[in-house]
């Protein structure tokens, strides 16, 4: 019988959330949510901000386009790859940064929305919205989660910051919580999402352009 106390005192979580934050960090991926919620708030005022006053803001789409070199003549595997570099380098870095008080994450979130927003709308103006969707949508729904995850880690470990500062908490044992979610979940769906960008979205486009 007296076995059966430690397992009645262990909290039950829902599977998906084991299987989103990994067996024994379900508790502080929920602490997250209310960063997360910051986070989103954000990203979506920037991206509607982006995507209304996206005709004020660019000039001719073309010329914006003619600017940027064309990752995709690498080939798909080196594509992903950098694809997977740039944007886990990214986040690791803007997340580290949090440290400083929470503020570049949010400063991050909110100029990717922007930008998605203004390219979203010129885009959709010049090939539809249909055919924009196909491309953002297959890797979006998965590198998207992982960015405003990352951004509210970075965020907490601001928060962590403020509480060290005043006595209270362990900024190290946040920063060990945060890197092992960062390694253990966001690497590797990021890496999903740059194989789906770089194998199965030009597919995708080739097919509904056509």
């Known amino acids: 019988m007296g076995s059966l106390v430690p397992e009645a005192e262990k909290p039950l979580y829902p599977r998906w959330l ?3 934050a990994g067996r024994g960090r379900e508790q502080y991926l929920l602490s997250l949510r ?3 919620l910051v986070c989103l708030g954000m990203f979506t005022t920037s991206l509607l901000f982006g995507f209304v006053f996206s005709n004020r803001i660019l000039g001719d789409l073309s ?3 003619g600017e940027l070199p064309s990752l995709e003549e690498l080939g798909p595997p080196l594509f992903m790859s ?3 570099i740039n944007n886990a380098l990214k986040t690791l870095v803007w997340m580290s940064l949090g440290l400083l008080f929470g503020i570049a994450p949010l400063f991050f979130i909110a100029l990717n929305g922007f930008i998605l927003g203004l390219v979203v709308h010129r885009l959709s103006q010049a090939l539809g919205f249909f055919i924009v969707f196909i491309a953002i949508a297959p890797h979006g729904i998965v590198e998207l989660p992982m960015t405003l995850l990352s951004a509210a880690v970075g965020v907490k470990l601001g928060y962590s910051l403020i509480n060290r500062l005043r006595g209270q908490g362990s900024l ?3 920063l060990r919580k945060g890197l ?4 253990i979940r966001i690497l590797p769906l990021l890496l999903a999402a ?3 960008e770089a194998f199965i979205t030009p597919l995708l486009s080739t097919f509904f352009l056509h």
């Open 18 to 20: 084991t299987l989103l």
């Open 34 to 36: 209310y960063p997360l």
């Open 63 to 65: 010329d914006l386009l």
């Open 82 to 84: 950098v694809l997977f």
């Open 172 to 174: 190290i044992e946040e």
């Open 180 to 183: 092992g979610l960062f390694l």
């Open 194 to 196: 740059a194989m789906i």
